[in-house]
């Protein structure tokens, strides 16, 4: 009995094997053999079209790792790609966040007033939100060339201020011979400025259109090519231009965004174009077209609204060369403003990224003291600088003239007062 089933299982095994071999053979048709020299013909194409991609390309540089893996073979559509965003200007405060909407702050004094009564009010409305900005007892700490304050700084509260932005009307117009009573011990920081009068300047645009309203891609290039050879004059003549190309050098900004605060000529934007910046956004009292197509312009209402609605994007940088010493003083249209100069170094500061540079350029009058010539503009030395510049970190000073370029840095800004 055991002899019989060793032999049933030894012809079962056999059958097995036979039919194993069979269906293998079976198998192996010539379309099969077909597709399998297809299919290599096609990895040793796409491995040789690889190889000859490695040398022409730095996109794959060294030998594969994956071993026996093929190179893909080329795409013949794009791929989609997600490109990170920009990232935006918030509306955003150092004060405790709010989920509130932001309404711009509504004049509530008459406009077509001259009066007293309206200065005061409208100084009560300058005043409204600016916190520490305004506060021009706050002298800092000793720094590289003068005192560097930090100041608590409300953004949603500066942008918001339509006040800040507001240009006279008919009835204002022209503005005063001299600033208000209400006025001048703002004007004066408290006694720390003189106020003289320098004149009596009307070139009125705020609210309308710029002196160049109209800013040609020919015409930028032109001017992008003088300032390669060195030779752009610009609107302060050959040595105040190059003193801004380089000061230019001096900071990061090639392949970044940056924000220019006043300009008539697009030479400050002309001059960064030069030095490799990506985009240039300009903010300007006067409405201005531009068809570069790296300059955008805006005017103050215009940014205020983007800020709002959370669409003005962050900044590398910010430019302002020669403008924002006229803040506020009335003499291209714009309503008398004491703190117009700090309330618009301070709004860039909101718009910029962390660690972001500044390049400014106002005027010093060469005596070495701080001094409103009204309506004329002012001048800086110790004491404005420091209310001015309010956390940034002093970096870089040019050679002294009138207008001396400096380069600074943001820094962050302390908390809300108690």
């Not at 053999?33 to 040398?55: D, P, V, Y």
């Not at 004094?109 to 309206?118: F, G, K, M, P, R």
């Not at 000529?265 to 960064?272: H, K, L, M």
Request: glycine share 8%; charged share 20%; hydrophobic share 35%.
């Amino acid at each position: 009995m055991r002899s019989e089933t060793q032999a049933f299982l030894l012809g079962f095994a056999l059958m097995l094997v036979i039919a194993t071999l069979y269906f293998t053979q079976a198998s192996s048709s010539p379309s099969q053999h077909k597709l399998e020299e297809e299919i290599a013909r096609s990895l040793t194409q796409s491995s040789a079209l690889g190889s000859a991609k490695n040398k022409t390309s730095n996109i794959h540089n060294g030998p594969n790792k994956m071993a026996g893996v093929p190179l893909a073979p080329k795409l013949t559509k794009p791929l989609q790609v997600n490109m990170k965003k920009e990232p935006l200007a918030k509306p955003t405060t150092t004060a405790a966040p709010t989920t509130a909407p932001l309404v711009p702050r509504l004049r509530t004094c008459l406009q077509n007033d001259t009066s007293e009564a309206y200065y005061r009010c409208r100084r009560a409305a300058l005043l409204d939100g600016c916190s520490e900005i305004c506060d021009t007892t706050i002298m800092g700490e000793p720094s590289i060339f003068f005192n560097y304050a930090r100041k608590h700084v409300d953004c949603n509260a500066l942008w918001m201020n339509e006040e800040i932005d507001a240009a006279l009307t008919d009835k204002q117009w022209p503005p005063p011979k001299y600033p208000p009573g209400v006025f001048i011990m703002d004007y004066r920081q408290h006694g720390a400025i003189p106020v003289r009068k320098a004149g009596h300047y009307q070139q009125r645009y705020a609210g309308g259109e710029a002196s160049n309203n109209m800013w040609t891609q020919t015409a930028v290039e032109k001017l992008v090519e003088q300032a390669r050879k060195g030779a752009l004059k610009g609107s302060y003549g050959l040595v105040n231009t190059n003193e801004v190309r380089l000061g230019l050098q001096q900071m990061d900004i090639k392949g970044k965004r940056v924000l220019v605060i006043g300009s008539e000529q697009p030479w400050v934007e002309a001059c960064a174009l030069e030095a490799g910046v990506r985009e240039v956004w300009t903010l300007e009292y006067g409405h201005i077209i531009s068809t570069h197509p790296q300059i955008k312009t805006m005017t103050p209402n215009d940014a205020r609204e983007m800020y709002r609605k959370g669409t003005l994007p962050l900044f590398d940088a910010v430019l302002t060369y020669s403008s924002v010493e006229h803040s506020g003083l009335g003499r291209y249209g714009d309503a008398l403003n004491p703190w117009g100069d700090m309330q618009a170094i301070a709004r860039a500061w909101c718009v910029t990224k962390p660690g972001g540079e500044m390049l400014l350029g106002v005027m010093e009058c060469g005596d070495g003291h701080d001094i409103i010539e009204y309506n004329l503009h002012r001048c800086y030395h110790k004491n404005a600088y420091t209310h001015l510049t309010a956390n940034w970190k002093q970096q870089y000073r040019g050679r002294s003239h009138e207008t001396t370029v400096m380069i600074f840095r943001k820094a962050p800004a302390p908390a809300a007062p108690a």
